[in-house]
């Protein structure tokens, strides 16, 4: 029966980065999908690639400098062997504070600047919003759709076999140690396991990791004027994120739902009417789609990431909001992890044996 140096439980970005980085370091991969490879939170995500504030929990916040900084070489690489653009923008994200200003949270390294009226109406003559102060930060974004396009094109051309469609039940220990998994079909045999199936990650025995589903409902609306927003506009009640292509997302909800991802109709007309009031050009566009994912939240509100109390069996979820953000360094990491090195940053805080 064929054997993998590694197996990878889940499709998202997560799973597919880490797959394209064992596979950089010789490793033999497979990776198993209960549906199609980046068609659930990676799929519905925003894009944007904020790395600062009070957002981004203080734990977190090395890792999520290092993997902004990453971004544009990632992509870079990924449009190669993929042939896909992932329209990745950096014009900046305009962030309205409520209920005070609170520029300390920002530190002159991410290139916070203070906006005044002035200054705003520069950077984004259609804005109209004037409950709140505005801060500019040098933040990136991404369109997170064309990225899994483009990491599941360059995982197959870097030889990373694919499984989808199947669901992975356990986990199979041998001797103590992580051998494969089981899935609704068959099993597969492995040095190594890797747990990235994110909402769906405390499904899987013998481990039971307390991740669970946060839905966020999303909208996009088209047939707006050339050149209506340049930047992320992110206020206390909506965000708004360009596509170079003219569409603008506007999102999103943080609902406890369970593993329902139907969208509301009453919900997606207030963050419309919401986004009508920031940036009124809006009203000559009309709403495209409207769509809802599921983040994996844990109960800390940080990810789960490293080795399991079982030898071989590795974990890498519970990204929440970030998981867009944190996919280059959680794949540069977790691969030294997995090879047996030393990893380059601190992953004491998200180990997985903390909810043991």
Not at 57 to 75: H, N, T
Not at 166 to 173: G, M
Request: proline fraction near 7%; hydrophobic fraction near 40%.
């Amino acid at each position: 029966m064929k054997t993998w140096d590694a197996i990878i439980v889940g499709g998202g970005i997560i799973g597919l980065s880490l797959a394209i980085a064992l596979r950089k370091r010789g490793a033999t991969v497979l990776l198993v999908e209960r549906g199609q490879p980046g068609r659930e939170a990676s799929h519905a995500a925003a894009g944007m690639l904020a790395n600062c504030g009070s957002e981004t929990p203080a734990a977190l916040r090395e890792l999520a400098a290092a993997s902004a900084a990453m971004y544009p070489e990632f992509v870079l690489e990924l449009q190669d062997e993929s042939g896909v653009h992932i329209d990745l923008r950096d014009p900046g994200t305009i962030l309205f504070l409520s209920p005070e200003p609170k520029l300390h949270l920002y530190d002159e390294q991410v290139g916070a600047e203070s906006l005044t009226p002035g200054r705003l109406r520069e950077l984004e003559p259609g804005l109209h919003e004037e409950r709140y102060p505005a801060v500019y930060l040098k933040e990136r974004s991404v369109d997170p759709r064309a990225l899994v396009a483009a990491a599941s094109r360059a995982a197959k051309h870097r030889g990373v076999d694919i499984s989808s469609g199947t669901e992975v039940k356990e986990v199979l220990v041998a001797d103590g140690r992580a051998s494969g998994v089981r899935t609704d079909r068959t099993s597969y045999s492995s040095a190594a396991v890797v747990n990235c199936a994110g909402a769906w990650a405390g499904q899987i025995a013998p481990h039971q990791f307390p991740t669970r589903p946060v839905k966020g409902q999303m909208l996009a609306v088209v047939g707006a004027p050339h050149g209506t927003l340049k930047h992320v506009v992110r206020s206390p009640d909506v965000y708004l994120v360009p596509r170079t292509d003219g569409r603008i997302l506007i999102g999103a909800t943080v609902e406890e739902a369970g593993y329902d991802k139907r969208t509301d109709p009453a919900t997606i007309q207030r963050m419309h009417q919401a986004a009508l009031h920031i940036l009124p050009a809006l009203r000559q566009g009309r709403v495209h789609d409207a769509w809802a994912g599921l983040r994996p939240g844990t109960p800390d509100n940080l990810p789960i990431l490293g080795e399991t109390s079982t030898p071989g069996y590795f974990v890498a979820t519970g990204h929440f909001r970030d998981g867009i953000l944190l996919a280059p360094v959680t794949a540069h990491v977790m691969a030294q992890l997995i090879s047996g090195a030393k990893p380059e940053y601190d992953l004491s805080a998200f180990s997985p044996v903390r909810f043991d």
